[in-house]
């Protein structure tokens, strides 16, 4: 039997409350919870443990340190990205340099303030109990030294393109797992990458995702990777949770030049390499 999604939020709530009774943890319109940050003394660090969605064609820890920069935001971005593969499978790659970040200390008792916690599409999609695990198991890594960090499990996108039959009950089961995979870890709160996702391709905003027929927010044929637009969304979103406002948005960010062998990621003018920074820059402050 599938579960209404608002059902599903409300589950959240009760069983992230009870397991965060001295968190003050606050609640959104959404009923989504928010984390509380831990207080920091000086600037404030950020990890990214990821695969291809966090970083592809466009880079989320880079955009999001740029606009972080230009809106004069001390923050220090470190990530732990490795293509295609699960939360388990990032640690075990990168576990050297992992166990090193996880054992650094800061006089104010969290080394790090917010960790961005991305699993893998199939596992997110289809396995509930596999999602719950390696979450539990990064994050526990993390508390020997951050115990209070700010924890935000980043809720994925449909494999599928959008005009696909099957992405409307792909972007529910993911939003649904994403939401009981949340209420099981410390202070945590969700990153709505698949809800603002969604209402781009609605619309919202007056925003249009085709251009001359294509997709521009994602490309891919068996996994859909973030263009400008969809990429430029993800790290407006990301600013907005933490920050809770509108991020200024400069001149010039890291952008991709395409996707072909030959393209890479370099300095480019938002007003252009972006279809429609304000109605994207809007959606992701309406999904924070």
Request: with cysteine.
């Amino acid at each position: 039997m599938k579960i209404p999604i608002f059902l599903v939020a409300t589950i959240a709530i009760i069983f992230t409350a009870c397991n965060n009774k001295k968190n003050d943890l606050t609640v959104n319109e959404d009923g989504i919870i928010k984390p509380k940050v831990p207080k920091a003394e000086g600037f404030r660090r950020i990890l990214f443990i990821g695969n291809s969605h966090t970083e592809y064609f466009v880079s989320a820890p880079t955009l999001f340190q740029e606009l972080c920069n230009a809106n004069n935001q001390s923050m220090y971005v470190q990530q732990l990205v490795t293509m295609g593969v699960s939360l388990d499978k990032v640690y075990d790659t990168n576990k050297t340099e992992a166990n090193q970040s996880f054992s650094n200390r800061d006089k104010d008792g969290n080394y790090y303030d917010y960790v961005v916690l991305q699993e893998s599409t199939p596992i997110a999609l289809t396995n509930l109990e596999k999602y719950r695990s390696n979450l539990k198991m990064i994050v526990e890594k993390i508390h020997k030294n951050s115990p209070d960090v700010a924890v935000y499990i980043y809720e994925g996108m449909p494999p599928v393109a959008y005009t696909d039959p099957k992405y409307d009950e792909y972007y529910t089961e993911m939003r649904r797992n994403s939401l009981l995979a949340m209420v099981f870890i410390k202070n945590a709160g969700l990153l709505r990458v698949g809800d603002a996702v969604n209402d781009a391709y609605e619309g919202k905003n007056g925003y249009k995702y085709l251009v001359d027929n294509k997709d521009n927010l994602r490309y891919g044929g068996n996994t859909f990777h973030f263009l400008n637009d969809g990429g430029f969304l993800q790290a407006t979103l990301l600013y907005a949770t933490i920050f809770d406002k509108k991020p200024i948005i400069p001149k010039k960010l890291m952008l991709t030049t395409g996707t072909g062998d030959d393209d890479c990621m370099r300095k480019q003018e938002v007003i252009k390499a972006i279809s429609n920074p304000d109605a994207l820059l809007e959606i992701a402050f309406n999904n924070k």
